[in-house]
């Protein structure tokens, strides 16, 4: 536990004091506290049951969820940070989606509310969509910070491994959309997906998880690397039936597999070197230059872990055919 000292407690009562002065009416505090009384705030504070980092930043929270209060509309509070791109999907075939990383749960929960807001207005209008709304890039600790903030336009959803939140529209709720093919729009062809290790999981899922939400059939081969060749060529059914039409490849270390699999297939490999590694793997560059420099033709490389971006890729190589 971080120990709590003098000025860090002035500190604290100082900005609980000016979220306060911003909308005295209003003292709910997002991060999970409920309370009128400053001290017992700090008290939990100094006391240990509550770290000093958290407590800063469910006041950081509040106070901008109480600053927000002030704009006149919920355009005009979604407006000041955002600016929505509706029509991505109809023009480039993927829907937008919100990067997590660097956004406050106040940010994203708007953003995904007003995402969620427009798709039951294309609903009401004869134009559904089919698929939930998608933040990336969402750890555990946010994911609950958002939970806690109300959302009118639809249901939220967690898929940890892969750090994605999937904001469902309330007119979808309940529907059996996710596992309808009849859409003209849906690839009926499989995707597999396949990690050199089970480290390279939160990659692999975000590609896995980014395209189940485009209602794609996947299957997942994980943990199948180089160091045990013998695990890869068991699977070699999977890899190379009629049915699948793209294979994304998430590897750190050597980044091998994927040459090794663009051997072994027909279909398109998309490699997706991973962050994981000693030393000289650089933060997954060791991985990309062996998969941009792979003798196996019909490989394309994703930047450093990027699963969403590996999904975009296949769900457009598919639909095409």
């Known amino acids: 536990m971080v120990p709590i000292t003098r000025l860090s407690l002035q500190c ?3 900005r609980l004091a000016m ?17 009128d009384d400053l001290s017992t705030i700090l008290q939990q504070v100094s006391d240990g049951k509550l770290s000093p980092m958290l407590a800063a930043n469910m006041i950081q929270t509040s106070t901008q969820v109480l600053q927000q209060s002030t704009f006149s509309s919920p355009e005009q509070t979604l407006q000041s940070f955002a600016n929505l791109d509706h029509s991505r999907a109809s023009r480039t075939g993927f829907p937008e989606a919100v990067f997590g990383e660097g956004k406050t749960a106040y940010q994203i929960a708007c953003i995904l509310d007003d995402m969620a807001r427009h798709a039951n207005e294309l609903a009401m209008n004869g134009r559904p969509t089919s698929s939930p709304i998608l933040a990336t890039r969402v750890q555990p600790e946010l994911y609950h910070e958002i939970a806690k903030l109300p959302v009118q336009h639809g249901q939220l959803k967690y898929h940890e491994t892969a750090r994605i939140v999937a904001m469902t529209p309330s007119t979808l ?6 596992t309808n093919n009849n859409n003209s729009n849906v690839p009926s062809k499989r995707v597999v997906v396949a990690t050199a290790g089970t480290t390279d999981l939160p990659v692999a899922e975000e590609a896995a998880v980014t395209l189940e939400a485009a209602h794609c059939q996947v299957d997942r081969i994980y943990d199948v690397g180089v160091a045990g060749l013998h695990r890869i060529i068991r699977n070699l059914p999977k890899l190379q039936h009629p049915s699948v039409s793209c294979i994304i490849v998430c590897a750190g270390m050597d980044g091998a597999l994927p040459s090794v ?28 230059l062996t998969m941009l420099n ?10 450093i872990d990027n699963g969403f971006g590996a999904a975009a890729f296949a769900y457009k190589c598919i639909r095409r055919q």
Do not use: K
């Open 19 to 35: 979220a306060q002065l911003i909308h005295p009416i209003n003292r709910h505090f997002s991060g999970g506290v409920i309370d």
């Open 261 to 288: 699999v663009g051997g072994l297939v027909s279909c398109p490999v998309l490699a997706v070197p991973t962050s994981i590694g000693y030393g000289v793997s650089l933060g997954g560059i060791s991985a990309m």
């Open 294 to 303: 792979s003798c196996a033709p019909g490989v394309a490389v994703q930047n």
């Open 173 to 178: 709720e309940g529907s059996n959309e996710t």
């Open 12 to 14: 604290l009562r100082a």
